[in-house]
């Protein structure tokens, strides 16, 4: 028996836009549209054409996707036909070859929302499907409220489900729209409403995560039937977001029953882009990326303890449910004060470094590591710094330049606007093969803000590195956290900074000093180094 066929549909472009701070432009749109067809998904919902002018010039000029583009509307509005409604004719002018209508299902909205009657409301949503099917598109129904409405009179919430199907509707999506549906509730009404009529095949899910059960609600509504899934990517969406894709896909993929049971429109070359686009999204949002996000976390497949450490370099499958290559992702093994020396070896293989078990620098770079962190620092999280603190003790770590000195300069001073404003300039002299380079930056941005004296700093000391300047114009700082891990006055300041380049490689490297500017320019130059060890020929 062959494997049925299960549709994701994303809607990060309109529901995940309804989260708080994020106003996606026009290229954010296309971005996204590219990164969810890197993935083969089926669907991608681009928004509500007419709503806004964001969507209108979207979806005038829309990208070009396999997926199957869908413009979003909602039904007619009472005392109009489906022919004389401005709001649906700009969504079915919109040419898409779907088009998707939300339309309620919950009696109380039905009345005291709408302030329609419920049979008014069955025929427009009647009537809309209709429409979209006379003139050529495939009709999705989003049948808000759903799970609200069922609990409340399901007998007219299953009425509003079989008006959208008989109607000609691909797809009748149940909505959890407040998030507060149970994965017990969501099995038992979705499969009481296959059994009343709307075949499983045609039936979708959509969830929120206002009680933290978006993925699992989605879930058992496959098991109850549903084959259609909804979600956005990184679990974007308004209050506490919508069923997160980057979670749900390779569940679907890779667990049991799902992964026997059912194809998808993700192979395994989609499913090892997963943790790249879900940090694309981050990185368009200009967000930091959850640390301990299921299957693409930094986190997800770290192994602190030196006894889980052994047991990996053993077999993986100890303390790993999947591969994290299935998905793009990578196992580190950090070095901490817990470290033991399996997690010292296999870190140092992971960094190509092949150091013999009995090789007394082992037992150098484990003091090392637990005399430093009681100083402040941190290889947990800075796993590049630990690399190279390894590599100097193992006298493999080449000089590419020396730091002679660097000054900071934070001045406050009146703009042409006569207001007071900051401005922050480094000046940064190196030494390199020999020859002293003197660079100067501020860190003034082109809107004129002041983006502060490390971002002077690290303009500065990555303007001119001689030879070595091709290989770090690509280095961009993707976020700088900051802890005093000492009170009092003798307060010491520890900076970690987080680096990535254009082959999309991460990286995190520590500084510490009583001087945050110090405990900075300590961790930038690291961040450097690292690369340049990395990428540099002779290194």
Known sequence: MGKERLYIYDTTLRDGAQTQGVQFSVEEKRQIAAALDELNVDYIEGGWPGANPTDSEFFAHPPQTQARFTAFGMTKRAGRSVENDDVLSAVVNAGTESVCLVGKTHDFHVEKALGISLEENLTAISQSIAHLVAVGREAVFDAEHFFDGYKSNPDYATKCAKAAYEAGARWIVLCDTNGGAMPYEVERIVGEVIAAGVPGDHVGIHTHNDTENAVSNSLA???????????????????????????????????????????????????????????????????????????????????????????????????????????????????????????LRRRLADAGIDVDKNDPALERILTAIKNREAEGYSYDTAQAS?????????????????????RVTVERRKNKYNKMVSLSEAVVVVKVNGEKKLSVSESMDPSGSDRGPVNALARA????????????????????KVRITQGGTDAVTRVVIDSEDSQGRRWATVGVSPNIVDASFDALLEAITWKLVRDYPAA
């Open 221 to 343: 509504a496959i098991l109850a039937g549903a084959r259609q899934v909804q979600g956005t990517l990184n679990g974007l969406g308004e209050r506490c977001g919508n069923a997160n894709l980057i979670s749900l896909i390779p569940t679907l993929v890779l667990k049991e029953p799902f992964a026997s049971q059912f194809e998808t429109c993700v192979d395994a070359k989609a499913l090892e882009s997963l943790t790249r686009v879900s940090r694309a999204i981050d990185d368009i949002l200009n967000r930091v990326p959850t640390r301990q996000a299921a299957y693409v976390g930094a986190s997800a497949f770290v192994h602190k303890s030196g006894l889980h450490a052994s047991a990996i370099l053993k077999d993986p499958s100890t303390y790993e449910h999947i591969d994290p290559a299935w998905v793009g992702n990578e196992r580190v093994i950090p070095m901490s004060n817990q470290a033991g020396q399996s997690n």
């Open 386 to 406: 630990f690399e190279l603190l390894a590599r100097r003790e193992l006298g493999i770590l080449p000089t590419f330049f020396t730091v002679k000195r660097y």
């Open 461 to 480: 000391l990555t303007k001119d590195l001689g030879p070595y300047q091709d290989m770090i114009d690509d280095l961009r700082l993707v976020d700088f």
